[in-house]
């Protein structure tokens, strides 16, 4: 199948700084990902959809400015986490859709101190 | 809107078990339902779908059958393998859009020797 990738798969910051993640489909184009974010022991919630040439459509109470999102490229697409604070600390889990089935990214672990 | 609960893990077996792990759905309609699975350090692999009442769909000896009377999709294996430990999460799509999927809390398969 299909193969998407995730970097880095963990990441340790400072509160107050930014992270960038990315999200890539290597042996296909998606003009369309999904970003998730998963708690422990909880579900994984779709945050946001990113487009390719075009804004991101972002889901009921996620914040835009706080999760920035780029899809520069028909192979990638970024999630930065601006002014990160502890409450962000998550799994952050990517996917992207190829002949009608999700492929979704290792997931990258988030600890902000 | 549409939902999944899924019976709380850790699910402890010995080597050639049966494995039950329930999943009940609420959802307009009769969307398609999915098994989705995450080996130790991997992304999400689809394991199998349904995508109509009735359908039994299988996979690697898995198997699950759509049943609208009781909105299960109840997931099963006659005999586990170590190699089936892994975090399994039912899924479905959420209203709208195919590509957007709404996923239990997962349920984490530990089986031993």
């Known amino acids: 199948g299909a193969v998407v990738s995730q970097h880095p798969s963990r990441v340790i910051c400072k509160s107050g700084t930014s992270v960038k993640i990315e999200c890539r489909s290597l042996d296909f184009q998606a003009t369309t990902m999904f970003w998730y974010r998963q708690f422990p022991k909880k579900s994984l919630m779709l945050m946001a959809t990113s487009n390719e040439g075009s804004k991101a459509t972002y889901e009921q109470g996620v914040e835009k400015d706080k999760f920035l999102i780029n899809h520069a490229s028909l192979t990638l697409s970024t999630l930065t986490v601006t002014s990160a604070h502890p409450e962000d600390s998550s799994f952050y889990i990517c996917?992207?859709?190829?002949?009608?089935?999700?492929?979704f990214g290792p997931g990258t672990r988030l600890t902000v101190l | 809107g549409n939902s999944v609960t899924q019976m709380e893990g850790p699910v402890t077996l010995s080597e050639e078990a049966f494995l039950t792990i329930n999943c009940t759905y609420t959802?307009?309609?009769?969307?398609?339902l999915f098994w989705y699975v995450q080996y130790p350090g991997e992304g999400l692999q689809l394991l199998l779908k349904a995508t109509k009442a009735d359908d039994k769909g299988s996979n690697k000896g898995f198997e699950a059958t759509y049943r609208k009377e009781t909105t299960s999709f109840h997931l099963e294996k006659g005999s586990v393998q170590v190699s089936d430990s892994a975090v399994y999460f039912c899924a479905l799509p959420a209203p709208g859009g195919y590509n957007k999927l709404i996923f239990g809390a997962g349920t984490r398969l530990a089986v031993h020797p």
């Open positions: 959802a307009t309609g009769y969307p398609s």
């Open positions: 996917s992207a859709p190829d002949h009608n089935e999700q492929f």
